[in-house]
């Protein structure tokens, strides 16, 4: 951070609005003067502004570059200067002057152009004028709030929308045509709102108060405005310095018994964007919200709502400021940007550079991690682990007769006395018509040539539904093609239904507590159930007992995820601190006469532990493609990626969330949907009371957060849609939240259930989404356009 001026004035001017663009900064001198000083050349001599009669309290420069607005209040005017043509006058000797576009206004405290520079709000009290920039004309006078307004901004994306932010920590939506209030918030805080931003590319609007909390709301074209998030700047800094600067939990306490913890209140808000080129040779454009505060600089990513970094005055030996009284930001045309900054108890005002190049590096480092695999597997790879088949062979007596089955057959048949005797040896079909492929083999080929609509809408309406029971839906998961679901409930049951949710279902019992995962093969011959009772089953269709069971104490804790890996080579699951790998062979032959003895194979692989021995309350990993990597949530509140090549944690993120994760959800795509190699390295977590967070595991850092839904007790789960475009998960609200996975704002709240949504998934082959709540009910929601609708009735068959 530069100290580019230090300039002293005659009185502070702290709470005071200053002017600050790209290559201008203004402030007061000798009460009713301004001086204009050059960002770029601090040598050259500064042009001197008179025209008020009394001391000036606001300034701003306009939004448009050419030709480049001054407006400046005092009780007497609000005056428009126009720099060039004063900076000509001053040269040819004349006194410089402006238009005087209102008068008697009282004291103005904010002033703000349009995003044509046409009109200039002015808040005086609680009342805010709408004034015309060309002449003295008083456009409309907006009379609502009931204590001084203290920020008003123009919408960028529609010239007739005001916002305004007031000490009677409320925030009004106007509609300058009609000179009527849009939306009218709530009271926010127990401390005056200060500032308002707008953030044109996500529609939403940003209010911050004196005591350091920050609301954002959507600005729909209805300007009903509905809560994204919330933000308190005092977490999120002691978020960053746990996360950032590994400061030790005894440093943190003794930091704050010796200090006394002050609020830190939102002076100013700018958006921060720029460019930077990535190890791919592909630009990304970043979005940053600054925040200036009284004791320093603070950088927030709008996609995580996470603190980048803070600047202190403390660490800055060559700034003359400890304490800011006011603040005012400009991009720089270089990604730098310009901090004009006035002290709290000293006549001083700095004008700052800072570049944020350096954070810009660490975000555009190589990439890291990915789900796709950069190497065979390691000859002393579990993965190369395989299954050793066992015959067993019985022990000959000597001088005896070896025991065998009364029928010297494996299986018993029909001893064929009751059926007539044959007549004809050999008798050929002469009549059969010649087809190149049969019916069903036609039917199964067009199915699998359908593909995933790319282009299709989020589902949203309600189209069809099926009550369980009265015991909760505590994990779903469809077939891979779609045309099958697996449910598994809160009464150790797993039910398997038909994609269209009609008819009865397939009811498997045999667990003696919950079911908690279910998981398909790829083959789709056969699946597998994990359950609280420290139990894992595999099923086989048509069978009503399972090919195997794994129980009689193999787990020394219940078993929270299991399922295939590996291209169904192996069987992964989590109970404790262990994560477990096992060889697997389903044998479907039957016998009749051991028909009770388990012919299916299974071995133990390998067993692992997490680094810090903390149990594991979420697992995933991809079994559509080779991966090496899982990964793992531990009850520490950490996301560990664990490197099943070389059997090790590679990575490790500590306190992912305030809580420990619930639920952990790759993108995996489908059969049927074709997306970016990049798109598969984006995982989901959920956490109680923390909301949801996105992450991309080339860097193991977070890139966006969803907060939307209610998720204070339950362990809700979510999903992402097999395009990679759209996000769902459960809420305690009794709705679904559909999220678009480039917006932290929700598409569609699906709303008509009967209670908590605790799981949510969708359809790998159709644009379908499957919600189950709470009471056992299963709810089917499809897209609103009609040929998604045609599209999904047709291919779930």
Excluded at 219 to 230: N, W
Excluded at 589 to 610: C, M, N, P, W
Excluded at 617 to 644: E, G, K, P, W
């Amino acid at each position: 951070m530069l100290e580019k001026l230090n300039l002293t004035c005659d009185r502070p001017l702290s709470l005071q609005q200053l002017a600050c663009c790209h290559s201008y900064c203004g402030i007061p001198k000798s009460g009713n003067n301004m001086l204009i000083f050059s960002n770029k050349d601090e040598g050259r001599e500064p042009l001197l502004l008179t025209g008020h009669h009394h001391d000036i309290c606001a300034m701003t420069f306009g939004k448009v570059s050419r030709p480049l607005l001054l407006c400046s209040a005092s009780t007497d005017y609000v005056i428009v200067w126009d720099i060039e043509c004063c900076q000509r006058r001053t040269h040819e000797g004349k006194m410089a002057s402006g238009t005087v576009i209102g008068s008697l206004l009282g004291k103005v405290v904010h002033l703000s152009f349009c995003s044509s520079d046409e009109r200039v709000a002015a808040c005086s009290g609680a009342v805010v004028y709408i004034l015309n920039s060309k002449k003295h004309e008083v456009i409309s006078t907006l009379k609502r709030h009931l204590a001084p307004v203290t920020s008003a901004e123009f919408c960028p994306w529609n010239k007739d929308i005001l916002v305004t932010a007031s000490e009677d920590r409320t925030f009004k939506v106007w509609n300058l045509k009609t000179e009527s209030v849009c939306y009218e918030s709530s009271v926010l805080s127990a401390s005056p709102l200060l500032s308002v931003l707008f953030l044109e590319d996500s529609r939403q609007i940003i209010t911050g108060s004196t005591d350091g909390q920050l609301w954002c709301f959507s600005l729909p074209d209805d300007q009903k405005c509905r809560v994204v998030t919330k933000m308190d700047l005092q977490m999120m800094e002691k978020r960053y310095r746990t996360h950032h600067e590994k400061v030790s939990q005894e440093e943190i306490t003794e930091s704050s018994t010796d200090n006394v913890e002050t609020s830190k209140p939102v002076l100013k808000m700018a958006l921060y964007g720029s460019f930077i080129e990535t190890s791919s040779e592909h630009s990304k454009y970043n979005s940053w919200l600054c925040i200036g505060s009284t004791d320093g600089l603070y950088v927030v990513d709008l996609a995580t709502l996470e603190l980048l970094t803070a600047i202190y005055f403390k660490d800055y030996t060559n700034v003359n400021i400890t304490v800011a009284g006011s603040w005012t930001f400009s991009q720089g045309l270089d990604n730098s940007i310009f901090l004009f900054v006035s002290s709290l108890f000293t006549p001083q005002v700095v004008l700052l550079e800072l570049s944020l190049s350096e954070h810009q590096e660490a975000l555009a480092c190589e990439e890291g991690f990915s789900v796709f695999p950069s190497c065979p597997p390691l000859p002393e790879s579990p993965l190369n682990t395989e299954l050793k088949r066992r015959e067993v062979n019985h022990p000959k007596k000597k001088g005896g007769i070896k025991e065998q089955p009364l029928v010297f057959h494996s299986k018993v048949k029909s001893s064929g006395y009751t059926s007539a005797p044959r007549r004809t040896m050999f008798s050929p079909k002469t009549n059969t018509q010649k087809s190149a492929l049969s019916q069903k083999a036609q039917k199964n080929i067009g199915f699998l040539l359908r593909d995933y609509p790319a282009d299709s809408a989020a589902p949203s309406l309600p189209h069809s539904q099926q009550r369980t029971g009265n015991k909760p839906v505590y994990c779903l998961q469809y077939s891979g093609d779609g045309k099958q679901i697996l449910c598994g409930l809160g009464d150790s049951s797993v039910l398997l239904y038909k994609s269209s949710l009609t008819g009865s279902p397939t009811v498997y019992t045999g667990h003696d507590k919950p079911v908690s995962s279910v998981s398909w093969s790829l083959n789709r011959k056969w699946w597998l159930s994990a359950s609280e009772d420290q139990s894992l089953r595999i099923w086989t269709h048509g069978s009503p007992e399972p090919a195997i069971t794994m129980d009689n104490g193999m787990f020394c804790k219940p078993i929270r995820s299991a399922q295939f890996y590996y291209l169904d080579k192996f069987i992964i699951l989590a109970s404790g601190p262990s994560l477990y790998l096992y060889l697997y062979n389903v044998d479907v032959t039957r016998d009749d006469i051991k028909r009770y003895h388990q012919r299916s194979i299974v071995e133990l692989a390998g067993s692992f532990t997490t680094t810090s021995a903390s149990d594991i309350t979420a697992m995933s990993a991809i079994n559509d493609f080779y991966s090496h990597t899982v990964l793992l949530c531990a009850s520490d509140r950490s996301i560990q990626v664990f490197d099943m090549n070389k059997a090790t944690v590679a990575s490790e993120l500590l306190d992912a969330h305030s809580r420990a994760v619930h639920c952990i959800a790759q993108n995996k795509g489908s059969m049927f949907s074709t997306q970016a190699p990049d798109s598969y390295n984006l995982f989901l977590t959920n956490a109680v009371t923390d909301g949801m967070k996105i992450w991309d595991l080339r860097t193991l850092s977070c890139v966006r957060r969803y907060e939307n839904h209610l998720n204070r007790c339950h362990p809700c789960s979510s999903a992402v849609s097999p395009c990679g475009r759209f996000i769902a998960t459960g809420s305690e609200d009794k709705c679904a939240y559909v999220y678009d996975i480039r917006s932290s704002s929700y598409l569609h709240k699906l709303q008509r259930h009967s209670d908590t949504v605790l799981n949510v998934t969708f359809n790998p082959a159709t644009p379908e989404l499957l919600t189950g709540t709470l009471d056992g009910n299963l709810q089917l929601f499809q897209p609103s356009s009609p040929a998604s609708i045609t599209h999904s009735t047709s291919a779930a068959v």
